[in-house]
């Protein structure tokens, strides 16, 4: 699996530099980049299919508003219930918290466009747009890990588990989770927007996707590439190898232990956030992984397949975050019951 990981990044960026560069090489031989800078970008999004806008429209806003009143309530009571200040609801909180800053970075915009066909965004607009997505992505991959190594503490450490993972040490992951992000986005956004773009300024995808923009840029960006090689190493490859890891030695201590309701419970608290896992990594090679099209209405229709499993990635996991951890936790449930009816947790 990790294999498969560094071979699609690989595979992106020596694709992506060979035909950027080829583009570029080929424009300059030619005299043919339009000097005009644009000042504004058009969203293509599913401007080729206007019958299922309003589809898309009314679906994405009710998991728009699922997503808000979903992870907000987790945020609440992660914040207000005593039993769920441990470390692994405290991940849980800063995990919604994210889920609820990534979907307001770009589906608002998208709701706009889709509804009122509004689809420019100004240059600046899209550069904020993509460093909150980068931000949150680079983050989201870096909490699932710590989330894993507190589930391997806890099932495999249990005696050790509020040593190590004391409040100092939870805080502290937590904060470098989210400052490390922080760093990788804007110094990805940063490389993006310096770049020159001149002629076509049409992104084809729902949002300021960072792929999506350097294809429109009329200059060599294979220092972009390089640097999203290692991002990708650092907050994609990394944190899946902590999980990995983790869950075998989760795996091993489960399968010695001699009690069947000790391996139940053990299993129960990881089985949440392993879902979650394997939605969010499952999307993500499904994306990236897939074979393209060498046909143009066929090559159409795997765009307009790659933006649906995009909004899937972007709006239906930050969804199911809340849902699946309600479903499959019994503390969660009880403090969710308590905040709604008010009554003392028995």
Known sequence: ????????????AVNTFHVRSFDFLKADDMGEINQTLVSEFLLRGLSGYPNIE?????????????????NGVLIIASIFDSHLHT???FFLGNLSFLDICYTSSSVPSTLVSLISKKRNISFSGCAVQMFFGFAMGSTECLLLGMMAFDRYVAVCNPLRYPIILSKVAYVLMASVSWLSGGINSAVQTLLAMRLPFCGNNIINHFACEILAVLKLACADISLNIITMVISNMAFLVLPLMVIFFSYMFILYT?????????????FSTCSAHLTVVIIFYGTIFFMYAKPKSQDLIGEE????????????????????????YSLRNNDVKAAVKYLLNKKPIH
Request: proline share 4%.
């Open 1 to 12: 699996m990790i294999v498969q990981v560094i071979c699609t990044v690989c595979f992106l």
């Open 54 to 70: 309003i589809v898309y429209f009314a679906l994405i806003l009710v998991m728009y508003l699922v997503i808000l009143i979903g």
């Open 87 to 89: 470390p692994m609801y």
């Open 254 to 266: 489960i399968l010695q232990m001699n009690s069947a309701t000790g391996r139940r419970k053990a």
């Open 301 to 324: 229709k795997l765009q307009a397949s790659d933006k649906l499993i995009s909004l899937f990635y972007g709006v239906v996991t930050p969804m199911l975050n809340p849902i699946i």
